[in-house]
Structure formats: structure tokens, C-alpha cells
């Protein structure tokens, strides 16, 4: 596996990385910890050294479970999580609240910090940008973090242009880390140019459109209750039966280089630029490798022309969050 540079913050990682949300949190319940323990160790016996999770994953155990999995080879890996939720009591006690005061940032650094067996977080996240507290101030307590030695690096999440530029200002930002891939290219219109201008890290999550790129989703899948593609308009089964253009794509990619759909949508984000790691997520051995092996699937400039040309006749259908949950992106 080779290794990239996350822009000009130094900090260098596997081209790609592993989402450990689904672990946990997310894609139904949680699954069998020592299984998901196993999923880790492999990754990182196949080069992986980026990994992601989140205080709100779970909420909490996920962190625990990374912590666990990685504290054999703490000295070899990067580990990134988040802050900026707490539980909502007018929501039942569900993590629905933002909170990035910075006093309660601290708090979650010593926190995750204690359920990662660290003693230091590598990549720190705003999870979503909190309009109560200017990102100035959000910076400003990442920083002292960083003087003392909790965190390495700072990093945002979701975040707008604008946000972006006032953050960096007053500590600079390693990475963004957004939702990116054929499927929604969005970032590319401001977000992308804004961090090529700084030298910031791009890490795309959902890289494979939270499972369906893959192609193994379809109009008929059932959905786990607990499951939030459920709430996701662009996963409605009608919806999913109209974006099938853009699975047919990638399929006839993946018959031209004897690759997985799964792998042609990881490579072609590999292909952007060299400072993107996208970080997919899984819960099985197969997929893993799988994933992994894009990194093998090399796309020429006229593949990636190609690949352009037929993606510019789809449109894809349906929103990519509920009306919720995109208020609170591109902030």
C-alpha cells in the first residue's frame, strides 16, 4: 500500500484509509466486536494505516472498539476522530445536538483519548460546524490541544468554503473530510478548489455511495430498521431503480480492467488528486480486499475521459441526506 500526504500538513497515511462507523453505528446494530477486531487487524496487515471513527459512532463505542483493535500498533497508524455532538435531551437522549464549545471539546479530546488507549489523537474533526460557536473560537481550542500535545492535527468535516478559510486562519487545517464520489460531486464546484488553494487534505467518505456503488443494492434491498439508509432519499427503492445508469457505468468500467465496480469508484477518487485518501468502511474480510485492491486498478487519462464523458449524460436522483440532516452540511 502506498502512502499519501493529507496537502501540506505532513501528515501521511495508506492512499486508502478505513471507515469504521458501519462497525458500530450507523448501518444497523453494532456487529460482533471480535469479528470487527479481526476486520482491523487485517487491514492494517495489508498496509492500511488511516483509520476513522467518532465519539458519536455508537455514540462511544466505536472509539472503544478502534482503541482496542489498534493499541497493538498505536506507533504504526493514524487514527482520526471527532467531536462536536452531545446527547439531546429534547430528543430523547439521542447525540442530536451539536455542541463545540471549546471547553466541551477539551472535555472530548481527554475522553477519546481514554477510550483509543492513547495519549494522543492524530486527526481531531469538527463533525459538523456549529453556528453557536464561531469556528475561530472551534480553532482556537484545537490549537491548545495541539500545544500540549493531545492532538497532532486539526481537521473539519462537512464544513463550507467560508468556514474553511476563517479556520485556517487560525490553525491550520490538515484535512476535510466530506462526502465525495461519482455519485454526488458536489465538493468539486468550491469545496475541492478551496483546499488545493491551502494545501488541505481532501478524505472523501461514502466513497462507494454508503453501499450502493458496489452494486450488490438494488430496488429490492431491505433495509435493517436501525438502518439510517432508510432516511436517505436517494436510497428510496424507487430511487435506487433510477440511478441504475451510473451501476451500469461503473460496471462496464470494471469488465474493461478486470475490476470490481466497488473498485473502479475507489480508483477513479484515487485518480483526482494525490492528496485524496478516501476512507471506505466495511464489516467483512471479502470486502476489505476488495476495496484494498483498488489501489491496483491504475485508470488512464483516457479512462478517466471516459469515465466523464458517460457520467455527464446521468443525473443522479435523490437527495443524498434527509431535509434535516443537510442543514447541517456545507456550513
Given at each position: 500500500?502506498?502512502?499519501?500526504?493529507?496537502?501540506?500538513s505532513g501528515l501521511e497515511?495508506?492512499?486508502?484509509?478505513?471507515?469504521?462507523?458501519?462497525?458500530?453505528?450507523?448501518?444497523?446494530?453494532?456487529?460482533?466486536?471480535?469479528?470487527?477486531?479481526?476486520?482491523?487487524?487485517?487491514?492494517?496487515?495489508?498496509?492500511?494505516?488511516?483509520?476513522?471513527?467518532?465519539?458519536?459512532?455508537?455514540?462511544?463505542?466505536?472509539?472503544?472498539?478502534?482503541?482496542?483493535?489498534?493499541?497493538?500498533?498505536?506507533?504504526?497508524?493514524?487514527?482520526?476522530?471527532?467531536?462536536?455532538?452531545?446527547?439531546?435531551?429534547?430528543?430523547?437522549?439521542?447525540?442530536?445536538?451539536?455542541?463545540s464549545r471549546p471547553e466541551?471539546?477539551?472535555?472530548?479530546?481527554?475522553?477519546?483519548?481514554?477510550?483509543?488507549?492513547?495519549?494522543?489523537?492524530?486527526?481531531f474533526y469538527q463533525h459538523?460546524?456549529?453556528?453557536?460557536?464561531?469556528?475561530?473560537?472551534?480553532?482556537?481550542?484545537?490549537?491548545?490541544?495541539?500545544?500540549?500535545?493531545?492532538?497532532?492535527?486539526?481537521?473539519?468535516?462537512?464544513?463550507?468554503?467560508?468556514?474553511?478559510?476563517?479556520?485556517?486562519?487560525?490553525?491550520?487545517?490538515?484535512?476535510?473530510?466530506?462526502?465525495?464520489?461519482?455519485?454526488?460531486?458536489?465538493?468539486?464546484?468550491?469545496?475541492?478548489?478551496?483546499?488545493?488553494?491551502?494545501?488541505?487534505?481532501?478524505?472523501?467518505?461514502?466513497?462507494?455511495?454508503?453501499?450502493?456503488?458496489?452494486?450488490?443494492?438494488?430496488?429490492?434491498?431491505?433495509?435493517?430498521?436501525?438502518?439510517?439508509?432508510?432516511?436517505?432519499?436517494?436510497?428510496?427503492?424507487?430511487?435506487?431503480?433510477?440511478?441504475?445508469?451510473?451501476?451500469?457505468?461503473?460496471?462496464?468500467?470494471?469488465?474493461?480492467?478486470?475490476?470490481?465496480?466497488?473498485?473502479?469508484?475507489?480508483?477513479?477518487?484515487?485518480?483526482?488528486?494525490?492528496?485524496?485518501?478516501?476512507?471506505?468502511?466495511?464489516?467483512?474480510?471479502?470486502?476489505?480486499?476488495?476495496?484494498?485492491?483498488?489501489?491496483?486498478?491504475?485508470?488512464?487519462?483516457?479512462?478517466?475521459?471516459?469515465?466523464?464523458?458517460?457520467?455527464?449524460?446521468?443525473?443522479?436522483?435523490?437527495?443524498?441526506?434527509?431535509?434535516?440532516?443537510?442543514?447541517?452540511?456545507?456550513?
Amino acid at each position: 500500500m502506498l502512502k499519501r500526504k493529507l496537502g501540506k500538513s505532513g501528515l501521511e497515511v495508506s492512499e486508502i484509509g478505513f471507515g469504521a462507523m458501519g462497525m458500530s453505528f450507523g448501518y444497523g446494530p453494532a456487529k460482533d466486536k471480535a469479528e470487527m477486531i479481526k476486520v482491523l487487524h487485517a487491514a492494517v496487515d495489508r498496509g492500511v494505516t488511516f483509520f476513522d471513527t467518532a465519539e458519536v459512532y455508537g455514540p462511544l463505542i466505536n472509539e472503544e472498539l478502534v482503541g482496542e483493535a489498534l493499541a497493538p500498533y498505536r506507533d504504526k497508524v493514524v487514527i482520526a476522530t471527532k467531536f462536536g455532538w452531545k446527547a439531546n435531551p429534547n430528543d430523547g437522549g439521542k447525540w442530536s445536538a451539536l455542541d463545540s464549545r471549546p471547553e466541551h471539546i477539551k472535555q472530548v479530546a481527554d475522553a477519546s483519548l481514554k477510550r483509543l488507549k492513547t495519549d494522543h489523537i492524530d486527526l481531531f474533526y469538527q463533525h459538523r460546524v456549529d453556528l453557536e460557536v464561531p469556528i475561530e473560537d472551534v480553532a482556537g481550542a484545537v490549537k491548545d490541544l495541539i500545544k500540549v500535545g493531545k492532538v497532532k492535527h486539526f481537521g473539519l468535516s462537512e464544513a463550507g468554503a467560508k468556514t474553511i478559510r476563517k479556520a485556517h486562519a487560525v490553525q491550520p487545517v490538515a484535512a476535510l473530510q466530506s462526502e465525495y464520489s461519482l455519485w454526488f460531486r458536489e465538493p468539486e464546484q468550491e469545496i475541492i478548489p478551496t483546499l488545493e488553494e491551502f494545501g488541505i487534505g481532501f478524505v472523501p467518505f461514502s466513497p462507494l455511495g454508503k453501499g450502493f456503488l458496489t452494486g450488490a443494492i438494488n430496488k429490492n434491498t431491505k433495509f435493517d430498521s436501525t438502518d439510517f439508509r432508510n432516511t436517505v432519499p436517494r436510497m428510496t427503492p424507487e430511487n435506487r431503480k433510477a440511478n441504475q445508469p451510473i451501476l451500469d457505468l461503473l460496471a462496464d468500467f470494471a469488465g474493461k480492467k478486470n475490476a470490481t465496480s466497488a473498485q473502479i469508484a475507489i480508483a477513479w477518487i484515487l485518480a483526482q488528486k494525490p492528496w485524496m485518501v478516501p476512507i471506505p468502511g466495511t464489516t467483512k474480510l471479502e470486502r476489505l480486499e476488495e476495496n484494498l485492491g483498488a489501489a491496483n486498478v491504475k485508470l488512464s487519462a483516457d479512462d478517466l475521459r471516459a469515465i466523464e464523458d458517460a457520467a455527464s449524460h446521468i443525473t443522479p436522483q435523490g437527495a443524498r441526506y434527509s431535509e434535516a440532516h443537510a442543514k447541517l452540511v456545507g456550513r
